[in-house]
């Protein structure tokens, strides 16, 4: 247990410091090797890769519509029911979130607009690995279905058998996903940045993954013919605030429903009450004993921190400055706590708020900031699959008001050519009148 009020400004940070990153130079070099030969080989050197890492019989990269509905119609009903119910939730939510064009006149006769239009082509990244991940479908195919985006692109790896899992085929039939490639890592993420012989440049590249799609991504995102990115990713991450009146069971299983997503996960408890800390820390091995992924989870709470402070005032402030990927608040009037929390990529409040509600069903969106993004990132929202423009025109009546404005702006940053646009407009008024 950490004593925060005893702690020095350095040992605080340090006792807030994640995991050191996994990605490195060889990391880097590895992932820029891979991206040059997908640019230079295209589906011969995906195809490769894919052989190499996942799958060693794979001899195509596209998965045909029918093997997907095949797939998709073989899902057992009562996941298929899961997945209905959650891809409604996230739909109406992120429905909710539509921007409204804004048209206005700034002066007389001259008028401004912001419009929004959807991204063209987006590409979604599904991560393999031991459990399929039919939610990220959902929180990455919904808000690019909702905002119009006339193609979607995802790739995932194939499983030895050279396809993909029902959970994950029935998710991408039910959000509209255009293409299927059986592809993933860094190779995954340079195909859809670049473009291959059957996998199309996409203008924003969307979806979680390993220290390799993530270096990957960061590359891609670097070139000018590269692609954009949602946002920086680590691991996965979980703060807890709770004073004495949580309850403690609840507690250890929101810090390891973070904890099993991998060994470099990071859970943190802050409270105020040293009882409360114990129990957590007992409810945690108790728990952990009838987990599947206990191995994992357990190596990860080798990260946790148990923080004790004086006040939830002194709570609030240490998940400020460690602005987590999923906050939790339970604690008395948790509403009116909630004012006092200002960096975090999605909130949980009251004791009935699983971290897993956010993560498939309640209708917010997972893919969060992580690694202190949450400072200056927000959660995924419709917007990212979106882009704004704008639109002014200014009548006769409009160039002649705002006219001698502009010039004096542009001579004062000596830009005569800029000046001289709008001069030689007010000169030809002049000749029509």
């Given amino acids: 247990m950490i004593i925060w009020s005893s702690l020095t400004d350095t040992e605080k940070q340090q006792a807030l410091a994640r995991p050191t990153a996994s990605s490195s130079r060889q990391t880097s070099d590895t992932v820029a090797q891979i991206i040059n030969r997908v640019e230079k080989d295209g589906d011969a050197a995906v195809i490769d890769f894919t052989r190499q890492f996942d799958c060693p019989d794979l001899t195509t990269l596209k998965l045909d519509a029918q093997t997907l509905d095949t797939l998709a119609d073989s899902l057992d009903s009562s996941v298929a029911r899961a997945i209905n119910r959650a891809y409604n939730n996230i739909h109406a939510f992120h429905s909710a979130q539509m921007p409204t064009d804004v048209t206005m006149e700034t002066s007389p006769g001259v008028r401004c607009e912001l419009k929004y239009t959807a991204l063209e082509h987006v590409g979604i990244y599904i991560p393999g690995g031991s459990a399929p991940l039919p939610s990220t479908v959902l929180m990455l195919g919904v808000p690019a279905r909702v905002a119009g985006c006339q193609r979607i692109t995802l790739c995932t790896p194939p499983n030895k058998q050279g396809s993909v899992t029902p959970e994950i085929a029935y998710a991408a039939r039910k959000c509209g996903v255009t293409e299927v490639f059986l592809c993933g890592g860094a190779q995954a993420i340079a195909a859809m940045a670049l473009g291959t012989q059957s996998i199309r440049k996409a203008d924003k590249i969307f979806g979680p993954g ?124 948790s509403a009116d706590f909630l004012p006092k929390l200002k960096n975090a990529g999605s909130v949980f409040v009251g004791p009935w708020s699983p971290e897993s509600a956010g993560d498939y069903a309640s209708g917010t969106n997972h893919v969060l900031p992580t690694y202190g993004y949450a400072k200056n990132y927000s959660s995924l929202g419709l917007l990212d699959f979106m882009r704004r423009y704008t639109i002014q025109e200014l009548s006769a009546t409009g160039i002649k008001d705002l006219g001698p404005t502009i010039m004096s702006l542009a001579q004062a940053e000596g830009l005569d050519a800029h000046s001289n646009a709008v001069a030689i407009r007010l000169d030809a008024l002049k000749e029509e009148s």
């Fill in 210 to 333: 390993n220290s390799y799609v993530t270096e990957a991504k960061q590359q891609v995102s670097l070139r000018p013919d590269g692609a954009a990115i949602d946002m920086p990713a680590g691991p996965s991450e979980v703060l807890v605030i709770a004073d004495a009146d949580a309850n403690p069971a609840f507690v250890a299983s929101d810090l390891l429903s973070q904890a099993e997503h991998g060994p470099d996960s990071q859970a943190i408890l802050v409270s105020n009450s040293e009882a409360l800390i114990a129990d957590v820390k007992q409810a945690v091995e108790e728990q952990l004993e009838s987990l599947s992924r206990a191995d994992i989870a357990r190596t990860a709470m080798q990260n946790a921190r148990y923080i004790l402070t004086e006040t939830m005032d002194e709570a609030a402030a240490v998940s400020n400055q460690y602005a987590p990927e999923h906050l939790i608040v339970q604690t008395a009037q």
